[in-house]
């Protein structure tokens, strides 16, 4: 099958890598000249497990190219796939559909022959309908049908979550474009991986409700963290009390300072807002956002707590600060809203992430950058531990005492046993359990 991608970031180039290492051929097209370039000269210009080796070994067997120009990848292709941004719209909360809408005007006018023309990008109920609205009015000849088939994979296990899917949705009713589906996913479907063919607004809203049930799992068990804390009970014994029911299952359960990352927050708003649109409001994702969004500065409090309220003249030590540890995104991640409201306390911030430096020099202003977690630490009054990188989980705690001015841990992913911390002399709270500092 020949692909077109539209738009080479953490969705299009992770699946257009995989197409290509199924055999597909497949070229990845993205507005961005510099990240095109930099793709061209071997660079991965994200940060996402095994994506290097996978996409250097593809383009050497010719099989993916990166180009800046929709017209020649879309006429060659018999699949044209539109993984672009979908970011809240500033001001209402909904989906910017500016850039999906833009890539299929773009799409429409180079259609050469029959096209699936697939929304990978994360789109509102109805979105499909506009795309073939677009494409109709500006190529009225052109033969095609559009599907969605949103994508589930998470940043930093991408590749895997790729190429194998808990299961793949594709909404159409197009028998022509149901069949050039099975095809494109064909070596997945050899793989044993559940293909569910539905139509297309049915898939549209399933990515939504994916999105919301997970974050109402973050948002629930964070509520009961916060009630652990105050009756004294232990909120990761009872996350596994819970989860080792299946009706309920153990993942998404892990009690922490709130999600963030570029889906979550966005896919939550812009389903409430489908929901107000066709008055059908869905008030527990109402409550899940509002509940979220206040924890972000309760865990500044969190912070503020161990100085008695006051955090003037101290500096805090942020151990991670992308919204999960394997990537560099720092898309409305946790740390952002947190380090806001430590500065707004009057303290002082030192920052590392062992790969989302670059991206956090964009979006912080007066903090101090450091080069690893005991330069980060040395001096400061608190280590506060927001992402749970691997290389967090064995800090040499005797060496952190001895260089830090305060020995004070808040661990906001639990990635700490009480009692070993404060054995090593600290002063330690996590997140829903018993010990708080
Ligand atoms: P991204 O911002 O990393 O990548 C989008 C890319 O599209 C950018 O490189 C941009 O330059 C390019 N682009 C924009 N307009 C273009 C155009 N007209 N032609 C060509 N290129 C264009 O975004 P992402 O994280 O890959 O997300 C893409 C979509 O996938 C979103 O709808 C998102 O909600 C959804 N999604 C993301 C994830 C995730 O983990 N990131 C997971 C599942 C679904």
Same mark, same amino acid.
């Given at each position: 099958?020949?692909?077109a ?7 299009g ?5 995989c197409?290509?290492?199924?055999g597909h051929?497949?070229?990845?097209v993205?507005t961005?000249?510099g990240?095109?370039?930099a ?7 994200i ?9 250097a070994s593809?383009?050497?067997?010719g099989?993916?190219k990166?180009?800046?120009?929709? @017209?020649s990848?879309?006429g /060659?292709?018999? #699949?044209? *796939? &539109?993984?672009?941004?979908?970011p809240s719209?500033?001001?209402? !909360?909904h989906?910017?559909?500016s850039y999906v809408?833009?890539?299929?005007l773009e ?6 022959k029959?096209t699936v ?24 000849d052109?033969?095609f ?6 994508e ?26 149901k ?6 996913y ?7 991986s ?7 607004r ?7 409700? @994916?999105?919301?049930?997970? /974050?109402t799992? #973050?948002a *629930? &068990?964070?509520e009961?963290?916060?009630l652990?804390?105050?009756v !004294?009970a232990n909120?990761?014994e009872?996350?596994?009390?819970i ?7 153990l993942?998404f359960?892990?009690?922490?300072p709130?999600?963030?990352?570029s ?5 939550t708003?812009?389903?409430i807002?489908?929901g107000?649109?066709y ?5 527990i994702?109402?409550?899940v956002?509002?509940v ?7 865990m ?6 161990a100085?008695g309220?006051?955090l003037r003249?101290?500096?805090i ?5 992308t ?5 560099d995104?720092?898309?409305?991640a ?7 409201a ?8 030192r ?7 670059e ?6 202003e007066n903090?101090?950058f ?9 001096g ?9 990188w691997e290389?967090?989980r064995?800090?040499?705690?005797k ?7 305060c020995?004070?841990i808040i ?5 700490y ?7 090593n ?6 997140v829903?359990?018993?010990q708080?500092?």
């Amino acid at each position: 099958m020949r692909i077109a991608m539209i738009g080479a970031g953490y969705v299009g180039l992770v699946s257009g890598a995989c197409f290509s290492d199924f055999g597909h051929h497949v070229t990845c097209v993205d507005t961005d000249q510099g990240k095109i370039d930099a793709l061209n000269n071997g660079e991965i210009p994200i940060h996402e497990p095994g994506l290097d080796a996978l996409v250097a070994s593809n383009v050497k067997q010719g099989r993916l190219k990166f180009v800046t120009d929709v @017209a020649s990848a879309v006429g /060659a292709a018999e #699949v044209v *796939f &539109i993984a672009v941004g979908t970011p809240s719209r500033r001001g209402d !909360g909904h989906a910017d559909l500016s850039y999906v809408y833009a890539a299929a005007l773009e799409i429409a006018k180079a259609i050469k022959k029959f096209t699936v023309v697939v929304n990978k990008s994360t789109v509102p109920v109805g979105s499909g309908d506009e795309v073939e609205r677009i494409i109709r009015e500006e190529n009225p000849d052109a033969e095609f049908a559009v599907v969605s088939n949103p994508e589930f994979l998470r940043e930093g296990a991408a590749i895997r979550d790729f190429k194998h899917p808990d299961r793949i949705v594709i909404g159409s009713s197009d028998q022509r474009a149901k069949d050039v589906m099975a095809e494109v996913y064909r070596p997945l479907h050899l793989n044993s991986s559940p293909i569910m063919y539905t139509d297309r607004r049915t898939a549209e809203l399933t990515k939504y409700a @994916a999105n919301s049930f997970l /974050a109402t799992k #973050v948002a *629930f &068990i964070n509520e009961i963290a916060d009630l652990a804390e105050k009756v !004294g009970a232990n909120v990761q014994e009872v996350a596994r009390g819970i989860g080792l029911d299946n009706r309920i299952g153990l993942k998404f359960l892990h009690a922490g300072p709130g999600y963030g990352g570029s889906c979550f927050p966005k896919d939550t708003l812009a389903l409430i807002k489908t929901g107000q649109d066709y008055e059908a409001p869905l008030r527990i994702v109402e409550t899940v956002v509002a509940v979220n969004d206040q924890r972000k500065r309760a865990m500044a409090r969190k912070v503020a707590h161990a100085f008695g309220g006051n955090l003037r003249g101290k500096s805090i030590a942020i151990l991670g600060v992308t919204f999960k540890p394997n990537t560099d995104d720092m898309r409305d991640a946790p740390s952002i809203p947190l380090i806001t409201a430590l500065q707004d306390m009057g303290a002082e911030v030192r920052v590392y992430d062992p790969v989302g430096m670059e991206q956090a020099k964009k979006v912080f202003e007066n903090v101090t950058f450091c080069e690893g977690p005991y330069e980060c630490a040395r001096g400061c009054h608190a280590m506060v531990i927001v992402t749970e990188w691997e290389q967090f989980r064995a800090l040499d705690l005797k060496e952190m005492a001895a260089i830090m001015a305060c020995p004070v841990i808040i661990d906001l992913r639990n990635i700490y046993s009480p009692d070993e911390v404060t054995r090593n002399g600290f002063l330690y709270s996590g997140v829903g359990r018993p010990q708080a500092v």
